[in-house]
T-cell receptor, first 118, second 116 residues
Framework: GAGVSQSPRYKVAKRGQDVALRCDPI?????LFWYQQALGQGPEFLTY????????KSGLPSDRFFAERPEGSVSTLKIQRTQQEDSAVYLC????????????????FGPGTRLTVL | AQSVTQPDIHITVSEGASLELRCNYS??????LFWYVQSPGQGLQLLLK??????LVQGIKGFEAEFKRSQSSFNLRKPSVHWSDAAEYFC??????????????FGAGTRLAVHP
């Protein structure tokens, strides 16, 4: 079975450009997460979707960051007017969990999109 | 606030030697604890997880971890390291929210190098 896929794998943007990063979760997974991993750091939570509902966007660093999952499957993370500090690897993860099930549901990660802002 | 500390940034071991990677967490309730491994250009792969029961957890690739509540630790161990274990290892704590989801808080990672 296919895992989580992300595209593009690498993206170079000039400062001020808009970018869109795509995530295809594992089929049937209800939960979808976005994380940002700066160089030499661990991933940091950005936002969470349960089906098409964005339940938590507390980690989005600014209003230039926007995420959507309109049909409850594919998700897009959009960054407007990119800045150099946005350079990082953006990781998407999905898990099967729904409702009040155990918080130990495994999150399966994609390979990430490495964004470089010049 | 919840946090995870991995005190060792880099560790180098010889192939066949034993390994222990340290992880300390700060979390008010019973934690959900995870170890992930990340190879270059790859996503994070789950090695093992703890959420209740036996405090010694077995994972994939011969790894195990022990949860010690008194020390707020969840150290990862392997009795004999293989060259293919060279990678970056992340400890994470899961914070359960009322919406039924689990936000992971990661440590900064430990990079493992293996000498032949």
């Amino acid at each position: 079975g296919a895992g989580v896929s992300q595209s593009p794998r690498y993206k170079v943007a000039k400062r001020g450009q808009d970018v869109a990063l795509r995530c295809d979760p594992i089929s049937g997974h209800v939960s979808l997460f976005w994380y940002q991993q700066a160089l030499g750091q661990g991933p940091e939570f950005l936002t969470y979707f349960q089906n098409e509902a964005q339940l938590d966007k507390s980690g989005l660093p600014s209003d230039r960051f926007f995420a959507e999952r309109p049909e409850g499957s594919v998700s897009t993370l959009k960054i407007q007017r990119t800045q150099q500090e946005d350079s990082a690897v953006y990781l998407c993860a999905s898990s099967l969990s729904w409702g009040q099930v155990t918080g130990a549901d495994t999150q399966y990660f994609g390979p990430g999109t490495r964004l470089t802002v010049l | 606030a919840q946090s995870v500390t991995q005190p060792d940034i880099h560790i180098t071991v010889s192939e066949g030697a034993s390994l222990e990677l340290r992880c300390n967490y700060s979390y008010g309730a019973t934690p959900y604890l995870f170890w992930y491994v990340q190879s270059p250009g790859q996503g994070l792969q789950l090695l093992l997880k703890y959420f209740s029961g036996d405090t010694l957890v077995q994972g994939i690739k011969g790894f195990e971890a022990e949860f010690k509540r008194s020390q707020s630790s969840f150290n990862l161990r392997k009795p004999s390291v293989h060259w293919s274990d060279a990678a970056e290892y992340f400890c994470a704590v899961g914070t359960m929210f009322s919406g039924g989801y689990n936000k992971l808080i990661f440590g900064a990672g430990t990079r493992l190098a293996v000498h032949p």
